[in-house]
């Protein structure tokens, strides 16, 4: 299986806290980064928040810095997405997968797969 399984999500008040998983078993030592991403019914897939699996480089989008912060256990091949201060607005289906930048056309992200996703509901 080479799919990432996403773990973590689910309903939680404005203001809350949630801690995503994410196991990235189809990691090879080609791998530079991995990002989470995010999407709401009839949208786009964007991307939320990208890191290196070596190093600091951490990209967020604006709307959620100061309240997510991704990290990594490189030796388990996971990546982890701390959200506070949770809006309703951050509401979506969280995926993650490798190397944003490589999988990304100008258009959008062109994975040949994605995992199942983790339901994140923030209720107000």
């Known amino acids: 299986q080479v799919q990432p399984v996403e773990s973590g999500g689910g309903l939680v008040q404005a203001g809350g806290s949630l801690r995503l998983s994410c196991a990235t078993p189809?990691?090879?030592?080609?791998?530079?980064?991995v990002g989470w991403f995010r999407q709401a019914p009839g949208k786009e897939r964007d991307i939320v928040a990208s890191?290196?699996?070596?190093?600091?480089?951490?990209f967020y989008v604006d709307s959620v810095k100061g309240r997510f912060n991704i990290s990594t256990d490189s030796a388990k091949n996971t990546v982890y997405l701390d959200m506070n201060s949770l809006e309703p607005e951050d509401t979506d289906v969280y995926y993650c997968?490798?190397?944003?930048?490589?999988?990304?056309?100008?258009?959008?992200?062109?994975?040949?797969?994605w995992g199942q996703g983790t339901q994140v509901t923030v209720s107000s």
């Open positions: 997968d490798l190397d944003p930048e490589q999988n990304y056309d100008g258009r959008g992200y062109v994975y040949p797969y």
């Open positions: 890191v290196m699996w070596i190093g600091r480089n951490v």
């Open positions: 189809g990691r090879t030592a080609s791998s530079i980064a």
